[in-house]
């Protein structure tokens, strides 16, 4: 009797481990998932500043992810269906692990369904990643902790027979409709969440303001614009069906803020392509600028189309000035930016000097920014598609909005 008893606390003891890891995993997918979301609005609307910590490279780039059709359900972040999914189950296995429960076997088993919902959910958001060109570090992880979430629960309770889960689900309609509650509750708080957040930041309406910018942009005049002067990006190589044309200036806040949700939507568009174009805020070298100035914002431009031209790393020190723009403006030397960026991008800084003082570069600034004036640029970020300017074009909907009128 005794032997029995004492094998009995020590599978007990087993299971609550298992249980414990089962919690453990669920808590840090939360944080992942409410990380992803917090990036998808950031995103999507502009606010995000920088350059994402999970942008590791050109294949294991969370932005592009993001920034594709597949970041959201019924326009609902994928993120946040996980975030509240997980919480629920977290709540399942805390009160299971934590015997908080009159029948923890059978709450245990109602976390394992839950936990199955995860899975399943991981699995297809798995098999459409082996779709795209891109990967997102922190989705692979929130995949991986699933199935760690999964196995654990599975290891960690009793009496997993078809017999007793069937049971167990007939319950949810009769005397455990507490569980019928939770099921309700995901899509639930996965709408009020959304929509709370929609309007506390005032983008509740963004669909129609889409929808407004695309109708002001299908009726404007075409520019034309030298599409070999200016950095390029296109992630594939057929035609492009739409041709996003920017004008910004590096120390430009506005133009930091635009850049992150341009290159995304770019990067999860094959058929789109993205060509920068500096119009430096600074009479030095834009005659559409009066008062004269600085020469450093010229000087920030010349920098980038020279390291372009010096290693093909314009992009490279396009990333650089605006992820390090406070410093830039803080710092009003245009030599220390020069020395900076030289080592961020592995060029020589004598080669870097030379070429920013060279007549032709300063010239090619100097008519990139005289399209802008052509095209009666009134502020900085400036978005063109397809020659038409596109208000508000660097906002993900927006952008979303225009493409999908032209791929009709």
Known sequence: MKLRFNEGMKNTATKNKFLLVALLSTLVAVGVHLYLTSHYYGLKFGTIEGTSVCNINEVM????????????????????????????LLYFIAVSRFNLVQDKDKTSRYALMFSGITLLASLVMGAISTTMENLCIFCLSAYALSIIGFVSLWMGTDDKSIATLSEDVKDVFSAERWVAGFVVAIPALAFLGNL???ESQGFSKIAKLAEEKVAYWQVSPVQSFDATKGLSLQKG?????MTIVEFADFRCPHCKHAA????????????VKLIFKPFPLDGTCNEAITGGGDGISCGLASAVMCAEKLANKGWVAHDYFFDNQMEIIQSSNLDKNLEDVSKSAGLSLEELKACVKDPATQELIRNMAAEG?????????AVFVNGKVLSGGQLIPVLEAAYQTLKK
């Open 237 to 241: 190589t057929m035609e492009p069906v």
């Open 373 to 381: 004036k052509t095209a009666q640029i009134q502020g900085t970020p």
């Open 61 to 88: 780039n969370c932005d592009a992810v993001t920034a594709s059709k597949y970041s959201a359900f019924l326009g609902i972040p994928i993120a946040l269906w996980g975030a509240i999914t997980n919480l629920i």
């Open 260 to 271: 992150p949700p341009l290159h995304a939507f770019t990067k999860s568009h094959p058929d």
């Open 196 to 198: 709370m957040y929609l």
